[in-house]
């Protein structure tokens, strides 16, 4: 299972392949040429940081839309990428995994406790 970096197809330039806006990316997971489960939005301390790299998000797989079951974009036999182009990137400073992760462990679980 591969978690993927998602951009709707409405959010890409069709002139040059690149992604609009990329704080409107998402994580998902495709199953069969698919949207199979829809994540939150990407955080740009992670995703868009010049000084963050192990996350970064780089090339997107394009989707016809966030839904469940909304197709995946080909391109022949492989999935169809839109790229985040450079001038989106910033230097937002280290980021603290740690800290990270316990703030969203605290609010995955404040959420559980609302459902």
Known sequence: MIIRHMVAR???DPEDGTVTDPSAIRHGL???RQVGTL???IDPL???NLDFREHRATACVIVEGFALKAPVLMAGDEFAFAVVHPAHYRHLGRVNLNAE???WH???AAHRKEC
């Open 10 to 12: 409405a959010n890409v």
């Open 30 to 32: 495709i199953v069969g």
């Open 39 to 41: 994540a939150g939005l």
């Open 46 to 48: 992670t995703h868009l």
């Open 101 to 103: 992760r316990e703030a």
């Open 106 to 108: 605290e609010q995955f």
